[in-house]
């Protein structure tokens, strides 16, 4: 029997930020060994039993506590549906209390690019990097994003990319369909202000979510859809993830006929 090499700490370092493993508990390490040496503590005589008395509930810290899901539901709804401007639709977001992630995250992430772009490109939700810049697409995944869009003639100034979850989930877990359902009419919001003449979802949960489809992304990729803002229906397309690209690099041969498509769309509109 071979035994394989112990991982180095820089492999162990690695394997923990891929696992979503990216902060630490304390300020300072703790010696598990050391405490097995400490004598355990002299039992100590029962208490006295006592009336009991009535519990008092525990208290909950300004802005950590969230609606039902039908309530945060219907409030970002009202609140999506007021903002008159994009920067208008960023305050009320901010300052939006009806969903969990917005307490786990480091910030919001937005937007990013040019809002008076003819294209934006929608994501699922922000990672690590994305947290830490309060930009979408900035990390591994952003730098392909731009590298494809670059591949088409467009890049940050000549396009506009955003996510249907402007929250990261905590250790980049995938979202629950209620958080989704609660975010959605953000991004909604956030497609008819913006006006685009194309709209790519990237992957297969913004795939789904806003253009309301049960079928997989290899099933929708590279079909025109409409997507319906109730004011004017613009063509959207769906194509990879770009982080689905980077674990599957075979499928870039699929994405680049997405991305002439997309190129072909802009030219005749």
């Known amino acids: 029997m071979i035994l394989e090499p112990a991982p180095t700490v820089r492999e162990l370092l690695a394997f923990y930020l891929e696992a979503g493993v990216d902060c630490a508990l304390a300020e300072e390490p703790v010696d598990r060994l050391a405490e097995l040496d400490v004598p355990p503590p002299a039992p100590r005589a029962a208490p006295p039993v006592e009336a009991p008395r009535p519990v008092a509930a525990p208290a909950v810290m300004r802005g950590e506590a969230t609606p039902a899901p039908e309530i945060a539901i219907a409030s970002a709804r009202e609140a999506a549906r007021t903002a008159p401007t994009l920067e208008a639709l960023r305050e009320l977001m901010q300052s939006f209390e009806g969903c969990a992630l917005k307490h786990t995250a480091t910030r919001l992430v937005f937007a990013d690019g040019n809002p008076q772009a003819r294209i934006m490109f929608v994501g699922e939700a922000p990672g690590r990097d994305e947290d830490i810049e309060g930009l979408p697409f900035v990390g591994r995944s952003g730098k392909l994003l731009d590298l494809m869009i670059g591949a088409i003639g467009l890049n940050r100034s000549t396009a506009y990319i955003a996510n249907v979850i402007p929250w990261r989930p905590p250790g980049n877990r995938t979202p629950t369909p209620q958080e989704t359902q609660i975010c959605l009419p953000f991004i909604q919001r956030h497609i008819e202000l913006v006006n685009p003449?194309?709209?790519?979802?990237?992957?297969?949960?913004?795939?789904?979510?806003?253009?309301?489809?049960?079928?997989?992304?290899?099933?929708?990729?590279?079909?025109?859809?409409?997507?319906?803002?109730?004011?004017?229906?613009?063509?959207?397309?769906?194509?990879?993830?770009?982080?689905?690209?980077?674990?599957?690099?075979?499928?870039?041969?699929l994405a680049w006929q997405d991305l002439r498509a997309i190129a072909k769309a802009l030219a005749g509109s």
């Open 197 to 253: 003449d194309v709209l790519v979802t990237l992957g297969n949960p913004s795939t789904q979510t806003l253009l309301s489809t049960r079928e997989g992304i290899m099933r929708t990729r590279g079909r025109w859809f409409d997507y319906d803002t109730g004011q004017r229906k613009i063509r959207a397309l769906p194509t990879f993830h770009p982080a689905y690209l980077l674990r599957s690099p075979s499928y870039k041969r």
